[in-house]
């Protein structure tokens, strides 16, 4: 069964679970030990980013065709550039990170072991990225892609709905001018004088950054995120 999220994991309490809690620091946490839960392994979980436009449905059957799929997770907030899946086993998630390439309509996926990257931030290509709008027109994306192809001819881009609004995703070929771009505002400016905005993607590492909880009337557990005391080994 696919657990579907929104911006959190949700796990439901059962008779096989074992909760623990405990005081960290002041503040309540719970420790959780899952026999049978949603998520049960980490080292099974997959990032997969560019996938602003690609819809979830989509991006399900394509993973499924390299095995049994546990769940997606992934972070319904604007500016969201990947999602989460998680393999049954490590056989099948080394099945996906060991293909080459994946694609779908076009769009190559960037693939990496979620583990793996949250000790290795500078591995993502999501620092090469930014959202600018919101894009009202296609004179709107054509003056904003001519403006910064002036910087990075080989820019990609894509638009993208957040909120029922259009903005395009620009991956430009190195963080320093996008790191530029951000400190010194630089942007077009339409010809009716309208600014736009810019916006970083959400990091995966602001996904586990969180705080550990327990808020459900349904008796259900929710995790928001890792601390530095709650780490992904003791989830396993």
Do not use: W
Request: aromatic share 12%; with cysteine; proline share 3%.
């Amino acid at each position: 069964m696919v657990n579907y999220s929104l911006s959190k994991f949700i796990f439901k309490r059962g008779k096989n679970s074992i909760v623990h809690f405990a005081i960290v620091s002041s503040v309540a946490v719970v420790l959780i030990y899952f026999p049978m839960i949603s998520i049960s392994n980490l080292s099974f979980c997959i990032y997969i980013g560019n996938t602003t436009s690609i819809d979830d449905k989509t991006l399900f059957n394509y993973c499924s065709r390299f095995g049994t799929i546990r769940s997606i997770l992934f972070e319904k907030e604007k500016f969201c550039d990947f999602h989460l899946i998680e393999f049954s086993n490590d056989e099948q998630s080394q099945r996906f990170l060991n293909q080459n390439n994946h694609e779908i309509d076009r769009i190559l996926l960037d693939i990496k072991s979620y583990k793996h990257l949250l000790i290795h931030h500078d591995i993502l290509n999501i620092d090469r990225k930014f959202y600018i709008g919101p894009i009202l027109n296609s004179k709107d994306e054509h003056t904003i892609v001519q403006f910064y192809k002036a910087i990075d001819p080989t820019l990609q881009y894509c638009l993208s709905e957040q909120n029922n609004q259009v903005y395009l995703l620009i991956e430009f070929n190195n963080r320093q001018s996008v790191t530029r771009i951000f400190e010194k505002q630089t942007m077009p400016i339409t010809n009716e004088y309208r600014k736009f905005s810019l916006y970083k993607p959400i990091h995966p590492k602001e996904f586990v950054n969180k705080l550990i909880s327990m808020k459900n009337k349904q008796n259900q557990i929710h995790i928001h995120g890792l601390t530095d005391q709650i780490t992904e080994t003791m989830l396993m």
